[in-house]
T-cell receptor, first 113, second 111 residues
Framework: GENVEQHPSTLSVQEGDSAVIKCTYS??????FPWYKQELGKRPQLIID?????GEKKDQRIAVTLNKTAKHFSLHITETQPEDSAVYFC????????????FGGGTRLMVKP | DAGITQSPRHKVTETGTPVTLRCHQT?????MYWYRQDPGHGLRLIHY???????DKGEVSDGYSVSRSKTEDFLLTLESATSSQTSVYFC??????????FGPGTRLTVL
């Protein structure tokens, strides 16, 4: 089955700096890669996704990149703010797999004011 | 976020007792999932459903069973709870071409 690894497990940045979270996946058939944000005590919520026919996607201060050849994808957050502090999960989905996701282990991002 | 609810939200039980968690949706979505969340492991799929009475196993299904007799309800049962099943359980729903939307979670403690 699919295996998704996520690094780092914790990340501390100063407000205003950039943060990068990286994931690798094992199954070359995976073609959708969403990112979820989970604030303390809350449910995971989808913040952005990228599909395998796209190399990069941006939404305001967040961007995702995908390297299909290397089976890497990354989340970039620019101009970080304290409200970006949360746990971020990457995930991978294969076609026809009932929308099931395989998640990475998560990254706890702490933005220091 | 009234489209998906979970009950109970918190439960403490003893080893060996049966436990049932309920997920209820008002979105009429086809797919429903049960995940568990543990530190360092992210979210792991326990079971999922792709329609009424249609269910299948995920990656960590041992010790769990599920049932879906109606579109809106997906039940997760621990037949005989163990301490290793202490976790936060999330139900999620999705429809065609959508990523899963998660419920509020149930925190289960097995003593």
């Amino acid at each position: 089955g699919e295996n998704v690894e996520q690094h780092p497990s914790t990340l501390s940045v100063q407000e205003g700096d950039s943060a990068v979270i990286k994931c690798t996946y094992s199954d070359s058939a995976s073609n959708y890669f969403p990112w979820y944000k989970q604030e303390l005590g809350k449910r995971p919520q989808l913040i952005i996704d990228i599909r395998s026919n796209v190399g990069e996607k941006k939404d305001q201060r967040i961007a995702v990149t995908l390297n299909k050849t290397a089976k890497h994808f990354s989340l970039h957050i620019t101009e970080t703010q304290p409200e970006d502090s949360a746990v971020y999960f990457c995930a991978a989905k294969k076609p026809g797999a009932g929308n099931m996701l395989t998640f990475g282990g998560g990254t706890r991002l702490m933005v220091k004011p | 976020d009234a489209g998906i609810t979970q009950s109970p939200r918190h439960k403490v039980t003893e080893t060996g007792t049966p436990v049932t968690l309920r997920c209820h949706q008002t979105e009429n979505h086809r797919y429903m999932y049960w995940y568990r969340q543990d530190p360092g492991h992210g979210l792991r799929l326990i079971h999922y459903s792709y329609g009424v009475k249609d269910t299948d196993k995920g990656e960590v299904s041992d010790g769990y069973s599920v049932s879906r007799s109606k579109t809106e309800d997906f039940l997760l049962t621990l037949e005989s709870a163990t301490s290793s099943q202490t976790s936060v359980y999330f139900c999620a729903i999705s429809d065609y071409d959508q990523f899963p939307f998660f419920g509020p979670g149930t925190r289960l403690t097995v003593l």
